[in-house]
Nanobody
Framework: QVQLVESGGGLVQAGGSLRLSCAAS????????MRWYRQAPGKQRDLVAE???????NYADSVKGRFTISRDNAKDTVYLQMNSLKPEDTAVYYC???????????????WGQGTQVTVSS
């Protein structure tokens, strides 16, 4: 089985920074795209950033220039560096990854449990 575990969330002041980490473990052959989503109370879950197997990235307009997604393939880990945080960034942040557990199997999406990010003002 594959597990994704997020860490790094917490309470910060507006303008501050946090770095979220998401480590995949278990039976992993390869990881394709890795993504960060967030969901505020009463809101839908939105894509924040994604990074492909080749390193290409995509960001939501609301976080461009402030957030950076990166990955460490040796550690099966994806990061989200969040700078210049705003109160509207407050949400539960979830990582997701498309993972193949064997060379002959189609990739399957896996999700982390979420980590709370709260930005005060």
């Amino acid at each position: 089985q594959v597990q994704l575990v997020e860490s790094g969330g917490g309470l910060v002041q507006a303008g501050g920074s946090l770095r979220l980490s998401c480590a995949a473990s278990g039976t992993i052959f390869s990881i394709n795209a890795m993504r960060w989503y967030r969901q505020a109370p009463g809101k839908q879950r939105d894509l924040v950033a994604e990074i492909g197997a080749g390193g290409g990235t995509n960001y939501a307009d609301s976080v461009k220039g402030r957030f950076t997604i990166s990955r460490d393939n040796a550690k099966d880990t994806v990061y989200l560096q969040m700078n210049s945080l705003k109160p509207e960034d407050t949400a539960v942040y979830y990582c997701a990854a498309s993972i193949s557990t064997n060379s002959g199997r189609h990739p399957t999406d896996y999700w982390g449990q979420g980590t709370q990010v709260t930005v005060s003002s």
